[in-house]
């Protein structure tokens, strides 16, 4: 039975009221990415960058999931085939709206890394500089997510399942950060069907063979349905 791939960004969670990075007002025009989500940013003011996912971690954490992640879940529960949800988000909205299975590739605010030994654990609901490693003690806590120049998380199970894919969905992401931006092409190479969905034309849009665009909540539940149905 054919399997779909869905890639999702911040356009989905956008509705749930968490901010997008490229928008107008997005999170990037008011922190610097070079500050707040680079190795470097964090090793010259950790203070900073604990206190901005500290905030992000807190406000997702009352962040309800939205029409569009229900949909998801729903299609996960009652497409015959295999439906993988792969996320650049490090919210928890999908599992909040009911998906079983979500690749986090860019990791996720409730996860915690020693910057020091690697161990990973359940991230406190605020952290900081003095916040020890539960592992080797040390007071190397980092959020567990991935920062420009790092490489994203579960790469070769994506590509796995881009390489077995029939249809490829992309929603909610601008297209301009790598290598989710190129997954399109992945999709293409194994001869998957591939749409866009998204308030306006992303990056790589041209590469896409169907498009809709609208918010999240409204456009995901008619594809949805349109699949279920057979109508797409
Ligand atoms: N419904 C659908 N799409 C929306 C909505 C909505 N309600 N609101 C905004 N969008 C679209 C925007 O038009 C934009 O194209 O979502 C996209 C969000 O793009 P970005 O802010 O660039 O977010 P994303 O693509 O997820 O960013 C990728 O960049 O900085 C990093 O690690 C961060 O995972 C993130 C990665």
Same mark, same amino acid.
């Given at each position: 039975?054919?399997?779909?791939?869905?890639?999702?960004?911040?356009?989905?969670?956008?509705?749930?009221?968490?901010?997008?990075?490229?928008?107008?007002?997005?999170?990037?025009?008011?922190?610097?990415?070079?500050?707040?989500?680079?190795?470097?940013?964090?090793?010259?003011?950790?203070?900073?960058? +604990?206190?901005?996912?500290? %905030? *992000?971690? $807190?406000?997702?954490?009352?962040?309800?999931?939205?029409? &569009?992640?229900? !949909?998801?879940?729903?299609?996960?529960?009652?497409?015959?085939?295999?439906?993988?949800?792969?996320?650049?988000?490090?919210?928890?909205? +999908?599992?909040?709206?009911? %998906? *079983?299975? $979500?690749?986090?590739?860019?990791?996720?605010?409730?996860? &915690?890394?020693? !910057?020091?030994?690697?161990?990973?654990?359940?991230?406190?609901?605020?952290?900081?500089?003095?916040?020890?490693?539960?592992?080797?003690?040390?007071?190397?806590?980092?959020?567990?997510? $991935?920062?420009?120049g790092e490489m994203p998380y579960f790469m070769d199970a994506i590509y796995d399942h881009l390489a077995g894919c029939?249809?490829?969905?992309?929603?909610?992401?601008?297209?301009?950060?790598?290598?989710?931006?190129?997954?399109?092409?992945?999709?293409?190479?194994?001869?998957?069907?591939?749409?866009?969905?998204?308030?306006?034309?992303?990056?790589?849009?041209?590469?896409?063979?169907?498009?809709?665009?609208?918010?999240?909540?409204?456009?995901?539940?008619?594809?949805?349905?349109?699949?279920?149905?057979?109508?797409?």
């Amino acid at each position: 039975m054919e399997k779909i791939v869905i890639l999702t960004g911040a356009g989905i969670s956008a509705e749930s009221g968490l901010g997008t990075f490229r928008d107008k007002d997005g999170i990037w025009t008011k922190y610097p990415l070079e500050d707040v989500a680079t190795p470097e940013g964090f090793a010259r003011d950790p203070v900073l960058v +604990h206190a901005f996912y500290n %905030a *992000r971690r $807190v406000q997702a954490a009352a962040a309800q999931p939205n029409a &569009a992640h229900q !949909a998801l879940a729903r299609l996960q529960r009652d497409w015959p085939g295999e439906v993988v949800i792969v996320t650049q988000n490090v919210d928890a909205l +999908h599992e909040a709206g009911g %998906a *079983r299975e $979500v690749i986090h590739m860019h990791g996720t605010l409730a996860g &915690a890394l020693c !910057a020091a030994c690697g161990h990973r654990w359940q991230a406190p609901e605020v952290m900081n500089t003095q916040t020890p490693c539960p592992a080797c003690a040390r007071p190397a806590a980092r959020p567990d997510v $991935v920062w420009f120049g790092e490489m994203p998380y579960f790469m070769d199970a994506i590509y796995d399942h881009l390489a077995g894919c029939s249809v490829f969905a992309a929603i909610g992401t601008s297209g301009q950060v790598y290598p989710a931006a190129a997954f399109v092409h992945e999709a293409i190479a194994a001869g998957a069907r591939t749409v866009e969905m998204n308030l306006e034309p992303s990056a790589v849009v041209s590469s896409f063979d169907e498009t809709r665009f609208g918010p999240a909540s409204r456009i995901v539940p008619d594809w949805v349905d349109r699949l279920l149905e057979g109508r797409a």
